[in-house]
């Protein structure tokens, strides 16, 4: 049984999640309208040279969606780039060419621009964590914690940046959460403990398709080492360690080795970049990491004109 989510790539999901967003974006700018401020100052047969430069050192990511936006507002605007996803970039390097009319490469300028610095930033928060566990085994997971409708550009942007992609949705795996927990301890007739939590989403799970235990990880969240004792009994594909203590970390690491050394155990909850390096020193297999989508300042990416 596989504990790990299907992996995030530009593929026509993706694609079309990007191209609602660009839409949407269009809207936003143009409404039925047009670019007045352009349709003042750019005659309409005027034609342009533009390179999109980074203002400072990161990851790209998102060359395919600046490609979609531009062609969005002009399908005949080219696209030219002079990295890939995944490039690191120093101030100043030339990201890629456009070419076509001016009018539209002014027009789609910031939509394709607001689409790469998002989602560089992302690359280049993820890489910062990437880096500061590299001495360990730990893998830098992303969450749900993302922008409601970008979230598998998202999730792209994190695997670009070389960390991992939980699950992207409900319906991808099991994760017994904190409340789902606190709603079984309530008593009465639905009351579950832990351990019958996992044997319920077990059956579920088994019932779905034939192979589903293939492509349905079932976690469990637990905020205590009693806790985690008693879900080990069950073997889990991995346990959520949620906010627990550099000691505790250790514990869980050592309890897990004597008990169910199959089962994963992922460390989450107020995970910083001043931190996250002795957490992957404790042992766990996984860390969590909200802040790469929710807190990730944008890459700071511009458009100079060709004189």
């Not at 910031?110 to 790469?116: D, F, I, K, V």
């Not at 637990?222 to 004792?229: E, G």
């Not at 009994?233 to 008990?259: E, F, G, K, Q, Y």
Request: aromatic content about 6%; hydrophobic content about 45%.
């Amino acid at each position: 049984m596989t504990a790990e989510f299907p992996p995030i790539s530009w593929d026509a999901h993706l694609e079309d999640d990007c191209r609602q967003i660009v839409r949407l974006a269009i809207r936003e700018d143009l409404g039925r309208l047009y670019d007045w401020t352009t349709v003042a100052l750019v005659p309409e047969e005027a034609t342009a040279v533009a390179y999109v430069r980074a203002r400072r050192a990161g990851i790209i990511a998102g060359l395919p969606a600046a490609k979609l936006a531009l062609a969005e507002y002009d399908h005949e605007i080219e696209f030219l780039p002079e990295v890939t996803d995944g490039d690191a970039v120093e101030p100043g390097a030339t990201i890629a060419t456009l070419r076509g009319a001016a009018r539209s490469v002014l027009t789609a300028e910031r939509t394709a621009l607001n689409l790469l610095g998002r989602m560089s930033g992302i690359a280049t928060l993820t890489r910062d964590f990437v880096r500061a566990v590299s001495a360990t085994p730990a893998r830098i997971y992303d969450t749900r914690k993302t922008i409601p409708g970008w979230r598998r550009l998202e999730k792209y942007a994190v695997r670009t940046g070389g960390g991992y992609n939980h699950r992207l949705g409900l319906s991808e795996g099991i994760l017994i959460k904190d409340n789902h927990l606190a709603f079984g301890a309530s008593g009465g007739a639905n009351a579950y403990s832990p351990a019958s939590a996992i044997d319920r989403c077990r059956q579920v799970v088994a019932s779905l398709t034939a192979d589903s235990e293939s492509s349905f990880p079932i976690e469990i969240e637990v905020d205590t080492l009693a806790q985690l004792d008693e879900v080990l009994t069950r073997d889990p594909d991995i346990v959520l360690l949620d906010n627990m203590s550099l000691i505790d970390l250790r514990a869980a690491v050592a309890r897990r080795a004597a008990r169910a050394p199959g089962v994963q155990l992922e460390a989450s909850g107020g995970v910083t970049l001043e931190s996250i390096a002795a957490i992957a020193q404790t042992g766990v297999d996984r860390i969590s990491v909200g802040a790469l989508t929710h807190s990730a300042p944008w890459l700071d990416i511009g458009l100079d004109w060709s004189y």
